[in-house]
């Protein structure tokens, strides 16, 4: 039996100007097997945080199905949302004005545990979590990092099977962000939870996840081991060395054919950093070269890290099938160039 089972989940909002409908959430299906960690990705506003909040019960959806370890949501809430615990960004998940320790203990009575009977796997929170010499501290005095990490320790506490983390690590410094995924790291893989996890930082993705299900506008648009996606990508960017420069002619006739092509023209050589929409498309590049008989100096294959992969899927309006490209996204946006110096997508 799956952890989570998500089936064709819609919900809809009125715009308060113009009363115009919005869908946030679109039909949007998936499983989390039990053990899994699962990154649930999209640009902003395509219904991430939605659809974490329909599952944990915080909205009622307009039609659809949720159920947590066989138990549905809706029909069977209290049963079903005692098997979850829940970071959410953009919530207050502590009380501020009570210290690290008497949060860790009220929220343990909230799920009808005694003080007593805590004690020692709140200490050993604590301890793991490198909060042990804060835990007479009021929560408000502490730094963005280690507030984020209590919010995780108390999730933690409750013990359930499953664990939902909307952005567990906005706004954190890089070494804190590196903290934050060691212990999901732990949490998966050592203590066996199911993870949900909703997220912009691609390398928590990339160290952490298992597979991603990706939404754009409301809609799957890809649901795939994080691996395969790695290694279909990993085929098809290039670094392309030509002595010398380009002519106008070339340099026209591959931006018309490969939207996701950079130019990078230095004094002695070109470089060109390509993404290719598919693997073969490396054979058209090349007929295109040959038009002039351009010499070419050395052709590598890029290492490709997820947040790359992420860009390609979202804006350059690649479907993926079962590690396969199938066609255009729906609702994709047109790829864009970058910019001198950014990551190219």
């Known amino acids: 039996m799956p952890s989570i089972v998500v089936e064709d989940l819609r919900k809809s909002y009125r715009k308060r100007r113009g009363g115009e409908v919005v869908k946030a959430v679109d039909g949007v299906s998936f499983e989390v097997a039990k053990g899994e960690v699962l990154g649930l990705l999209g640009p902003n506003g395509a219904g991430k945080t939605t659809t974490i909040k329909m599952i944990c019960g915080l909205i009622?959806?307009?039609?659809?199905?949720?159920?947590?370890?066989?138990?549905?949501?809706?029909?069977?809430?209290?049963?079903?949302?005692?098997?979850?615990?829940?970071?959410?960004?953009?919530?207050?998940?502590?009380?501020?004005?009570?210290?690290?320790?008497?949060?860790?203990?009220?929220?343990?009575?909230?799920?009808?545990?005694?003080?007593?009977?805590?004690?020692?796997?709140?200490?050993?929170?604590?301890?793991?979590?490198?909060?042990?010499?804060?835990?007479?501290?009021?929560?408000?005095?502490?730094?963005?990092?280690?507030?984020?990490?209590?919010?995780?320790?108390?999730?933690?506490?409750?013990?359930?099977?499953?664990?939902?983390?909307?952005?567990?690590?906005?706004?954190?410094?890089v070494e804190t962000a590196h903290e934050v995924r060691e212990h999901l790291r732990r949490i998966a893989y050592e203590e066996g939870k199911t993870v949900l996890l909703s997220t912009h930082d691609m390398a928590v993705v990339q160290d952490v996840c298992e597979r991603t299900v990706i939404i754009n506008r409301g809609r799957v648009v890809v649901d795939e081991q994080v691996s395969n996606l790695l290694r279909l990508f990993q085929t098809r960017a290039y670094r392309i060395t030509i002595p010398g420069e380009l002519s106008g002619h070339l340099e026209g006739q591959l931006r018309a054919q490969f939207p996701l092509l950079r130019i990078d023209s230095q004094a002695e050589e070109t470089i060109l950093h390509v993404d290719l929409a598919r693997s073969e498309d490396i054979y058209s590049l090349m007929d295109i070269l040959k038009l002039e008989r351009t010499p070419i100096e050395t052709i590598n294959r890029v290492t490709i890290h997820f947040e790359e992969v992420f860009r390609n899927i979202v804006r350059g309006g690649l479907q993926v099938d079962n590690g396969r490209e199938s066609g255009a996204l729906p609702g994709a946006e047109p790829a864009a160039r970058e910019q001198e110096g950014e990551l190219h997508a």
Not at 79 to 107: C, D, K, P
Not at 138 to 163: D, F, H, P, Y
Request: proline share 2%.
């Open 60 to 173: 009622r959806p307009d039609s659809g199905r949720v159920s947590v370890l066989g138990r549905d949501n809706q029909l069977e809430r209290q049963r079903s949302l005692q098997h979850i615990s829940a970071v959410l960004e953009g919530n207050r998940n502590l009380y501020w004005r009570l210290t690290v320790r008497e949060n860790m203990e009220y929220f343990a009575g909230n799920r009808g545990r005694s003080r007593k009977a805590v004690r020692g796997r709140v200490d050993s929170l604590l301890e793991s979590f490198d909060l042990m010499g804060k835990e007479n501290e009021l929560v408000n005095s502490l730094s963005r990092g280690m507030q984020q990490k209590l919010a995780i320790a108390v999730a933690m506490l409750a013990q359930t099977e499953v664990l939902l983390l909307d952005e567990p690590t906005l706004g954190l410094d």
